[in-house]
């Protein structure tokens, strides 16, 4: 006999939506890529040759150049760990970040789409009745990086589930501040990943908000492959918690970033990801 009361979420589910929807809206508002990295100074031949030799490197070699760096930097890495799912999307998501940077760069965006871009969110977080949400939603669907980057189910989802959303925004907790952008965004997800797991938004809202990233937390890892980690290397596999891991990183790797850039992209081009790798990839 099972036990009783609510069962609790899909917390693996649960962490996958959360990062998809935050990605979405911060993209809504500050266009793609969501994290603007500095101007390079590097002419048009330099930003095309580094925008095609990112092109051309793979999420796990871009994940393990990475943690080749961090070592290098002396932050502790096991190199021999194979990637995660979430370990790969992270590198995809920095992967693409940077060439959507560099491809900024060669194509600055016209100053009036982007201010355009951030009306839009304003007018999202404005929307107080079904038409109101299925205009914005129709216009978000239709811009081009949205399209082009398959991200267009996500205004679907808002149109789809516009009750739970509305009633998200009409809460008392729900982030009014001037300065509450981010805060919003972080809401926002959290609750349309409670819609899509089947949780109530408000439920998922305080149950990710509050998770637990310590040995005691439903996404604490202490073992991969039947190979239990040691307790310096055991860690929160939730996306947040990956996401400060990794800026961490950045933020060091980003000291002098045209050398740091073209020391990254060639160890990132001649790192060559174990083939052992494929197999314990299929396992998880």
């Known amino acids: 006999m099972g036990k009783?009361?609510?069962k609790p979420p899909d917390w693996h589910l649960l962490n996958l939506w959360d990062f998809e929807f935050h990605k979405a809206f911060r993209s809504l508002r500050d266009g793609i890529p969501?994290?603007?990295l500095p101007r390079s100074g590097f002419n048009e031949q330099q930003l095309r040759f580094f925008i095609g030799q990112l092109k051309r490197v793979t999420p796990e070699q871009y994940w393990l150049a990475s943690r080749h760096l961090a070592a290098k930097m002396g932050i502790n890495q096991n190199l021999a760990r194979p990637p995660l799912?979430?370990?790969r999307e992270w590198a995809q998501q920095e992967r693409d970040n940077e060439i959507s940077s560099l491809e900024w760069e060669l194509h600055p965006p016209k100053p009036?789409?982007?201010a355009g871009r951030q009306k839009l969110w304003a007018a999202l977080?404005?929307?107080n009745t079904y038409a109101d949400l299925r205009r914005v939603c129709g216009r978000w669907s239709q811009l081009a990086d949205v399209r082009a980057r398959g991200m267009t189910p996500f205004p679907q989802y808002l149109v789809q589930n516009a009750a739970p959303f509305l009633s998200m925004k009409r809460n008392k907790r729900f982030p009014r501040s001037t300065y509450g952008d981010d805060s919003r965004i972080d809401y926002l997800?959290?609750?349309?990943a409670g819609v899509l797991v089947g949780k109530s938004p408000m439920t998922a809202i305080e149950r990710l908000r509050n998770m637990k990233h310590t040995p005691n937390g439903p996404l604490w890892v202490t073992q991969e492959g039947g190979y239990r980690l040691p307790r310096n290397e055991q860690f929160c596999k939730c996306w947040r918690c990956n996401e400060k891991n990794w800026n961490n990183v950045t933020k060091v790797g980003r000291t002098g970033y045209e050398s740091g850039l073209r020391t990254f992209i060639a160890l990132a081009a001649t790192t060559k990801v174990p083939k052992e790798w494929n197999a314990v990839q299929k396992r998880m």
């Open 4 to 6: 009783r009361g609510p």
């Open 112 to 114: 009036e789409l982007q």
């Open 189 to 192: 997800s959290r609750g349309m």
């Open 125 to 127: 977080i404005k929307a």
């Open 85 to 87: 799912r979430v370990d």
């Open 34 to 36: 969501t994290k603007p």
